[in-house]
């Protein structure tokens, strides 16, 4: 790649720094918020630097007798075991049905991978009714609504769609001579697959179950629509946190910064297997 020099080299560095300050900004202000009181936050103009900044809002939503705190961190947990649960279930079967669809001659796979696109690519809006009325009537026998199970399932019937897309693309990176040579040597497929395959495909494995974490983690819908107060997620519980009368500005951005840790955390950690990953698997 030529190398920039002169007022293209410039220009580059300029358009990098704006592109850093429009992602850090609105995460700064958010902690700038979350540390304010509730009166300098509202105040006219804008303070960017808080004149009397505060951790109780912190105190309050980490709180388990406080009414907030309690249901913060509840939400938190549920936003946990679904993300992870919903993590766990798109790499196990994503992986085993991307190989099969990679590497074996399923009858109409590409049907099959086009329809599970089809189902990621519609709005959440036009799955809400058919999954509301399949919830409802299966919750007559068994209890569904309002479960962490319940959302682990909504959540993977479209974003399994993605791990499958994803992992085939980087299953068929693979030169096939590898798991020949395991063949040769003794092993059954199911070895080739967990010997061979998978370590080989630990960027695609990586960067398939953080992105699928994010869109669990992230998502507010179903969470909304199916959850009323025990399987409540982290943003169903910031969304709450406004009513008609009073909006807690500071406590919603105190659970908002909060919440984003995760997130953030996960990418910066796995940065390098979420870019070979997704490269890996566009290849082909």
């Known amino acids: 790649m030529r190398e920039l020099r002169g007022p293209g080299k410039l220009l580059h560095r300029l358009l990098v720094v704006l592109l850093v300050m429009w992602t850090v900004l609105p995460f700064l202000w958010l902690f700038i918020s979350s540390i304010c009181p509730h009166a300098e936050l509202l105040s006219y103009p804008v303070h960017w630097i808080p004149h009397h900044p505060t951790l109780a809002n912190y105190r309050e939503i980490l709180d388990t007798t406080s009414s907030v705190g309690s249901k913060f961190l509840l939400g938190l947990r549920n936003s946990f075991t679904v993300s992870a649960s919903v993590t766990l279930a798109c790499l196990l079967f994503g992986a085993l049905g991307a190989y099969a669809l990679a590497r074996m001659p399923v009858p109409g796979k590409r049907s099959f991978l086009l329809s599970f696109m089809i189902i990621r690519m519609l709005p959440s809006i036009a799955l809400i009714i058919p999954f509301y009325v399949i919830v409802i009537r299966i919750s007559r026998y068994v209890p569904l609504f309002d479960t962490t199970w319940n959302l682990s399932l909504l959540y993977n019937s479209f974003i399994l769609g993605f791990a499958l897309w994803i992992l085939r693309g980087y299953f068929l990176t693979l030169p096939r001579e590898l798991e020949e040579a395991a063949l040769i040597d003794g092993c059954t497929p199911a070895q080739t697959l967990w010997k061979v395959v998978l370590p080989l495909a630990a960027p695609g494995l990586v960067a398939t ?16 629509i199916f959850t009323r107060t025990t399987a ?41 297997y979420i870019v070979s990953g997704l490269t890996g698997g566009g290849i082909k």
């Not at 953080?210 to 179903?222: C, K, T």
């Not at 909006?247 to 940065?271: D, H, N, V």
């Open 232 to 272: 409540m997620t982290a943003p169903v519980v910031i969304a709450e946190l406004g009513s008609q009368y009073i909006t807690a500005y500071e406590s919603i951005a105190a659970t908002g910064f909060l919440a984003s840790l995760p997130p953030i955390l996960l990418a910066l950690l796995f940065q390098k």
């Open 209 to 224: 179950g953080i992105f699928s974490f994010l869109l669990a983690w992230d998502e507010f819908l179903f969470a909304l």
